[in-house]
């Protein structure tokens, strides 16, 4: 017995691309809904001077959230990177400012260290979070021992570099497109790039092709180190002397923006655009923002924490029609 | 054969690491104060035990499960029962129950922001511990803070040389395990973390059980802040904020794998001792802040390093 | 000797355990140029292990490959595939969160450099047209955005393409199990044609007629050993079966006695509307089929029933307890870290318990009884799951779902690359519990498994299409269901 078809004709699922847009634009929605919050509390905000002053801190986040992404897209999560980019900031008031050489060869050793340590969680199928913890705790105790006491003065060609002031569009969002388009083609666009990302979503099958999943776990996270450095060099340039608990935060923030950019802890799915997105849309969430909406200062630390939960709510809201997890 | 099996359990590594930093701190103290150390060490490694065994039971619930709100919980559970309390003795046992109440509604509040939000649990924790920590500094601005004296005087009390908190401990770590293995809500967890699509097809109480981790996890914090609160004289927003890290690290080097699914609860004290002896060694030595910092660091990796990972399975 | 130097590959006196596990004895396997070998056996028969040694993944404990007449020393799985050896196994390599162009440059280093992208991209829909012409798929969409039909032909089709090094051996296990029968049939098609340009293929499949059809020589296993080796003219289906040592009694469908409970007398136990229209009615002590070409909603359905939280709500009337047995095993139903007893335990963990806690003594008698009853081949219900065979882990998932207390069995394809021996068992076992009042919904790709079901759905585009009673029921009418009229 043949049914006649009762049902009208069901309309054509969602061409998948339309799923994929979605996914992307979040990031820059997220983004847009901070700006406009921003520029209905304090329009004058919405300026070059504005947000010259408000995505201070824009460009060393930005750095920290894609060493972050980096070490994601493998499938770990770095829980020292905070205290890294602290370490290499100390470092840019010392060393690099008093024996140039001798401050740019620690700060290769320091990515090198980072290499390392990605070869280590590698070969002994190490648990990345427990490992990247104890790190921490190792380049805080470094950062303390360089600088003792927050001072010294970062190099002139560093504070130089980081004081530019562009025409028409702020340096720190000149320093955010050029990261974002960098890092977007080297892992999204590049062919070893879609190796490094392929080794998180099946890394069983990239090795049975023949790539060493040692070299990629030791690239990813020597680019971690990379943007690590980078980091803290930025940081020191801007706020010109060095601090060894300066970037303690950075490690949440970083985990945090890679996430609001659409990355996920698992499968080598990461955004590089999406990531430097939530690392702006963070930048200017956790401080301009509050301080436009008069936020008294006990509970201006509760405010980062509502900013994130509304934010991902959001987003979690639009997704809901999504493939399951 | 004997060596080789006590080896292969993943927390006799723990114990033996303890094992050798008591016997170094004893030998450079010159083995006058062996025993002393291990009784001053006590203390220290419960607190560190009470919240591991939490965080525990909510890292085996599977990758990306870990309550970063703890250092904020033990703050405000410690504000809250130093003020229930009231520096009156006859209200103690009300102040550790308002504590634990209080840890517990923060377990229930991370658990909602993950379910009904889907938020990461990472993120999730993060941002409530930005919340509670405001909460805590406007709720203890001029508040009482300081203990009634029976309840201090408890938290020294010892049996044979042995504080009564350890005793304590122990029992709490021993019914832990039990749960664990035995109970429903126990199987549930290590099934969860192990494959959570098959727990849900299983008929297995997925979203309940990953609530009661999470509250219960809170409710260990709360607790761990009233009894913090006793031996330290003292309420404060920052006393618990070393410990998430040591939450975290005895667990996983105790032998709890962090990828979910296979917890150790013997490995827990292992690693709190062997924490807890090595800043006494350190002390001892004399060492800055700095070397200290590194030094428990790089132990820290290097145990890991040697136990090794999870072997992959085919 | 001389006719070993000219095959293409020889395996000499191989063996390999795991641990306690025998699982290949002394094998002598060889493949000529040119030449397709149909492998058949058990699960846990040993041509997984096998086809893992030639593939270089594993190596053997004792005994030598040898490779155009060139001995192997220090093969790996790179050595295999510079010589030519490229396989695709039952689980799928493919990185899901990489596009399907992606994928292919992973497969091939040489392609780098500017335009390696749309290169790539090329090269992977070029092998697609030419073995599955019709396909329709973006070498730019995500693997993780195809269902899985479509990952299996795009894992094929790149084993097939070439850059720097060429295809001379492709080992296909299993690859029709997640295909349609349309689509499978191009690829059998295909396999002739690339055997008749020089490229050697092994097949493992458990449809026999596929088997029949494509091979030029047939090798069984059994237990580890190679049972046959002749040319295919000396098989048929019957001979077949005797060789690989499953189910020679004669029993098959035609043999299952009619259902003693007719429609409308029995207790309803599931009504369910798709939401695309038609309606599923089973009732106590029946067994019910879905039909239809894959991932046209079926498994959906069954998740759906399973894990609908009011029920009411979700369009369903679901009147008992139910439990699934999971095909994609990995994802769905394993916990790598527990043992055959806790596998088998954990969806009856209320009944297993004793007072407030679980007694481990219940539930290795609970294991134990379903060992027996099942025929789960371990020295030991208290080793880990993992040591089991694919198919006996399979058998695991099955009691898992017949020890507990629900009276409706969800089953989403688990005889996918089933031995057949293992099939019979558990299809005489679902006909018994049946009898007995269970409910079964039983979603499967495979025609000869719906003669055991009292009544099938098909399915199409998400809705139930047809519903044949087992009277009614031949292959044509289902294939005219299952097809899009419009097309």
Redesign the interface.
């Known amino acids: 017995m043949i049914a006649p078809p009762t049902a009208p004709l069901r309309a054509p699922a969602m061409p998948r691309f339309d799923l994929r847009l979605v996914r992307t634009m979040l990031p820059g929605l997220s983004l847009a809904l901070v700006l406009l919050a921003i520029a209905w509390l304090n329009p004058r905000a919405i300026s070059y001077f504005g947000f010259d002053l408000m995505l201070n801190l824009a460009v060393p986040i930005a750095l920290a959230t894609v060493a972050q992404m980096f070490v994601m897209a493998g499938g770990d999560l770095d829980l020292s990177i905070g205290p890294f980019v602290g370490f290499a900031g100390c470092i840019a008031v010392t060393w690099l400012r008093d024996a140039p050489l001798l401050g740019i060869a620690m700060l290769l050793g320091c990515i090198s260290a980072y290499a390392a340590l990605g070869g280590l969680i590698y070969l002994r199928n190490l648990p990345s979070v427990a490992i990247t913890l104890g790190m921490s705790f190792v380049w805080q105790g470094l950062a303390i021992l360089v600088l003792p006491k927050p001072g010294g003065s970062a190099p002139d060609w560093l504070q130089s570099f980081m004081g530019i002031k562009p025409p028409f569009v702020p340096f720190s969002i000149l320093a955010a497109i050029v990261l974002a388009a960098a890092a977007h083609f080297g892992l999204m666009r590049t062919s070893y790039g879609a190796i490094l990302r392929g080794a998180g979503g099946n890394p069983v099958a990239v090795a049975r092709a023949g790539w060493s999943l040692l070299k990629v776990k030791i690239s990813l996270f020597a680019l971690a180190g990379l943007f690590g450095v980078l980091s803290g060099l930025a940081l020191t340039g801007i706020t010109t002397s060095g601090d060894a608990n300066i970037g303690n935060g950075y490690t949440l923030l970083a985990i945090a923006g890679v996430i609001l950019g659409g990355g996920e802890f698992v499968g080598g799915r990461v955004s590089p655009i999406g990531a430097v997105l939530g690392a702006i849309t963070l930048a200017l969430a956790s401080s301009p923002l509050l301080t436009f909406m008069h936020i008294p200062p006990d509970w201006q630390i509760a405010s980062n924490g509502i900013i994130l939960i509304i934010v991902l709510a959001t987003r979690a809201a639009v997704t809901r029609k999504g493939p399951l997890q | 054969m004997t060596a080789n099996k006590f080896f292969a359990k993943p927390w006799a590594w723990s114990f033996l690491g303890a094992l050798l930093v008591w016997v170094a701190a004893a030998v450079v103290s010159r083995g006058t104060g062996a025993g002393a150390i291990i009784t001053a060490a006590l203390p220290l490694a419960v607190f560190t035990v009470i919240v591991g065994t939490g965080q525990m039971f909510v890292i085996t619930l599977g ?2 499960n ?1 309550d ?1 709100s703890l250092p904020a919980n033990i703050g405000l559970a410690s504000a809250v029962a130093m003020t229930v309390m009231n520096s009156n003795d006859s209200m103690v046992a009300a102040g550790i129950a308002a504590a634990i109440g209080c840890g517990f509604s923060v377990g229930i509040a991370n658990y909602l ?1 993950i379910w009904v ?4 649990p ?3 924790t ?6 509670i ?3 805590d ?2 709720f203890g601005r001029g508040l009482q803070t300081k203990p009634p004296p029976g309840f201090a005087n408890f938290t020294d009390m010892q049996i044979l040389g042995i504080p009564l908190l350890a005793v304590f401990a122990i029992f709490l770590t021993a019914f832990a395990a ?1 749960v664990l293995r ?3 809500y126990g ?1 549930t967890v ?2 969860i973390g ?2 959570g ?8 109480p997925v979203g309940w059980t990953r609530f009661g981790t999470y509250a219960l996890c809170g409710a260990l914090g709360g607790l761990d802040g009233a009894l913090l609160a006793g031996y330290f004289r003292g309420a404060n927003v920052d006393i618990g904020s070393e410990y998430l ?1 040591t939450s ?2 005895v667990v ?2 105790g032998g709890t ?3 979910g ?2 917890a150790n609860v013997p490995g827990i004290w292992g690693a709190a001792l062997f924490l807890v002896l090595l800043t006494t060694m350190l002390n001892i030595f004399g060492t800055s ?13 290097a145990v ?2 040697v136990a ?7 | 000797m001389t006719a070993a130097d000219s095959n293409f590959v020889s395996l000499n006196a191989i063996t390999k355990s795991f641990g306690p596990v025998r699982a290949l004895r002394s094998v002598d396997f060889q493949i000529g140029t040119g030449e397709c070998v149909g492998l058949i056996g058990h699960n846990g028969a040993g041509k997984s292990t096998l086809m893992n040694l030639l593939a270089g993944t594993i190596a053997p404990d004792n005994g030598n490959i040898a490779i155009g007449g060139l001995e192997q020393r220090d093969y790996s799985t790179r050595r295999a595939k510079n010589l030519g050896i490229r396989c695709v196994f039952q689980e799928l390599s493919l990185c899901p969160n990489l596009t399907v162009a992606e994928n292919a440059r992973v497969f091939h280093p040489a392609i780098k450099g500017i335009n390696w992208r749309r290169r790539v991209g090329d090269l992977i829909r070029g092998k697609l047209d030419e073995i599955f012409p019709g396909h329709r798929i973006d070498p730019a969409e995500l693997v993780q955005d195809l269902a899985i039909g479509k990952r299996q032909m795009v894992e094929v089709a790149r084993a097939f393409t070439v850059t720097s090094d060429t295809v001379r051996l492709v080992i296909l296990d299993e690859p029709t199990s997640s295909l349609d029968s349309h689509i499978a049939a191009q690829l059998l098609a295909y396999i002739r044609r690339a055997v008749a340009q020089g490229i050697s293929v092994i097949f493992i499949s458990h449809m026999l007629a596929e088997i029949l059809s494509t091979s030029d020589r047939i090798v069984a296993m059994r237990d580890g050993t190679i049972v046959a080796d002749a040319p295919v003219a000396m098989f048929d289906r019957e001979k077949l079966l005797a060789a690989i040592g499953g189910g020679g009694e004669g029993k098959n469908a035609q043999d299952v006695p009619p259902d003693g409970v007719t429609g409308g007398k029995a207790p309803l136990r599931v009504r369910a509307k798709t939401r695309s229209g038609g309606e599923l009615t089973a009732r106590e002590g029946q067994i019910v089929g879905l039909a239809g070409l894959a991932g046209q909603g079926q498994t959906d359905l069954l998740i759906a029933l399973l894990t609908a939280a009011s029920p009411g709500r979700s369009g369903f009337e679901i009147t008992a307890p139910m439990a699934l047995v999971a095909g994609d095993r990995q994802t769905d139903g394993i916990f790598a870290d527990m043992s055959i007893a806790e596998n088998i335990g954990v969806r009856s963990l209320k009944q297993l318990r004793d007072g407030l806690l679980i007694s481990r003594k219940r539930e290795e008698e609970l294991a134990d009884c379903w060992r027996a009853k099942i025929g789960i081949r371990t020295p030991d219900i208290r080793n880990n799951i993992l040591t089991l065979s694919g198919g006996n882990q399979q058998k695991v998932l099955f009691a898992r779902a017949l020890a507990s207390d629900a009276q409706i069995i969800l089953m989403d394809d688990p005889m996918r690359g089933v031995d057949i021996g293992t099939k019979l068992e558990v299809y005489a076992l679902i006909r018994q519990e049946a009898q007995m009042g269970r409910t079964f919904l039983w979603y499967t790709t495979e025609h000869d498994e719906l003669k055991n079901c009292d009544h099938v759905c098909v399915f199409r585009n998400g809705a139930i299409v047809a519903d044949f009673t087992r009277a009614e029921l031949t292959e044509e009418k289902v294939i005219q269901s299952s097809f899009d009229e419009m097309s």
């Open positions: 990758p990306g870990i970063l922001l939000l889907r938020i990461p990472i993120i999730a993060l941002s409530a511990s930005f919340i920590q405001s909460i500094l406007d039990v035995r109970t429903l199987r290590t099934a192990q494959n699509r098959a727990a849900r097809f299983a008929g297995l890290l975290i690290a996983v080097i794998s962090v990828a699914g296979r802040a700095a070397i200290r910092l590194l030094f428990t660091g790089l132990i820290i990796v890991i390093a090794g990972g999870r072997k992959a399975t085919p």
